[in-house]
């Protein structure tokens, strides 16, 4: 689920995007008698120790259909997005982010037109002005850190969702956002190791309620990177 992805990139047009909060010190065997804050930081330990993952973010932002897919290891990671239609790609490993976007969504995601960057791989390094969008939200830590309400927490009665019986954390998207009015939920696996299933992020702004199911899948899979063969810096094209 990264920041800069298309899904993340439409909803940041809201100001949308959560924040992390402390996994707890102690591994329960049950979630029953704990507290909202103790479920997700329950549920963050156990997301922790798998160390990777894969999440499929999906939303629909004045009529855009948008998806988005992070391939999430430690200190890297790979994403792709769908944009009705239109395409892009992100990596980032070593400390170096490598986009390609189709002409739509290099306008989309650098603000400008460049016809001659579309559709080709263009690294970003540390101190670029893309490059702390681009890179946010593809490792896994920060995956994590993007998953998670923030604020007075409830928990919800379990419920079915994707199949599995889980608890829903509901508290409010991070004030880091700048959103001011909406929530987040996520939903707890109620067995063992306690999971997190699904986030649902609702957000509201100037009358408009964006909602982001992010589901994770694929914990602990192998993540393997590797940069593009080909590339040209950002400094080498008329990019900001």
Same mark, same amino acid.
């Given at each position: 689920?990264? !920041? &800069?992805? =298309?899904?993340?990139?439409?909803?940041?047009? *809201?100001?949308?995007?959560?924040?992390?909060?402390?996994?707890?010190?102690?591994?329960?065997? =049950? *979630?029953?008698? *704990?507290?909202?804050?103790?479920?997700?930081?329950?549920?963050? #330990?156990?997301?922790?120790?798998?160390?990777?993952? %894969? =999440?499929?973010?999906? @939303?629909?932002?004045?009529?855009? !259909?948008?998806?988005?897919?992070?391939?999430?290891?430690?200190?890297?990671? %790979? $994403?792709? +997005?769908?944009?009705?239609?239109?395409?892009? +790609?992100?990596?980032?490993?070593?400390?170096?982010?490598?986009?390609?976007?189709?002409?739509?969504?290099?306008?989309?995601?650098?603000?400008?037109?460049?016809?001659?960057?579309?559709?080709?791989?263009? &690294?970003?390094?540390?101190?670029? !002005?893309?490059?702390?969008?681009? &890179?946010? $939200?593809?490792?896994?830590?920060?995956?994590?850190? +993007?998953?998670?309400?923030?604020? %007075?927490?409830?928990?919800?009665?379990?419920?079915?969702?994707?199949?599995?019986?889980?608890?829903?954390?509901?508290?409010? /998207?991070?004030?880091?956002?700048?959103?001011?009015?909406?929530?987040?939920?996520?939903?707890?696996?109620?067995?063992?190791?306690?999971? /997190?299933? +699904?986030? *649902?992020? #609702?957000?509201?702004?100037?009358?408009? =309620?964006?909602?982001?199911?992010?589901?994770?899948?694929?914990?602990?899979?192998?993540?393997?990177?590797?940069?593009? !063969?080909?590339?040209?810096?950002?400094?080498? @094209?008329?990019? /900001?």
């Amino acid at each position: 689920m990264r !920041k &800069s992805l =298309t899904a993340v990139a439409v909803l940041s047009m *809201l100001a949308l995007v959560p924040t992390l909060s402390s996994a707890g010190a102690s591994t329960p065997t =049950t *979630l029953t008698g *704990l507290s909202a804050q103790q479920i997700m930081s329950t549920s963050i #330990k156990a997301a922790i120790a798998k160390k990777s993952a %894969t =999440t499929v973010v999906t @939303t629909s932002v004045l009529s855009i !259909k948008v998806k988005e897919v992070t391939i999430s290891g430690a200190h890297s990671g %790979t $994403g792709s +997005e769908v944009i009705d239609g239109h395409k892009g +790609e992100v990596i980032y490993l070593n400390g170096v982010v490598y986009a390609k976007f189709d002409a739509y969504l290099v306008n989309f995601n650098y603000g400008v037109k460049d016809n001659a960057v579309a559709n080709k791989w263009i &690294s970003i390094t540390k101190g670029r !002005k893309f490059y702390g969008s681009l &890179s946010s $939200g593809i490792t896994f830590p920060s995956v994590l850190q +993007e998953m998670q309400p923030v604020g %007075t927490l409830s928990a919800s009665a379990p419920k079915i969702i994707n199949g599995v019986s889980a608890i829903g954390i509901t508290g409010n /998207p991070s004030p880091s956002s700048g959103t001011t009015t909406g929530s987040e939920t996520m939903y707890v696996a109620t067995t063992a190791p306690f999971l /997190p299933v +699904e986030v *649902l992020i #609702k957000a509201v702004s100037s009358g408009i =309620t964006v909602v982001l199911t992010v589901i994770p899948k694929n914990w602990s899979v192998p993540v393997s990177v590797t940069a593009p !063969k080909v590339f040209t810096s950002i400094s080498k @094209t008329k990019l /900001p």
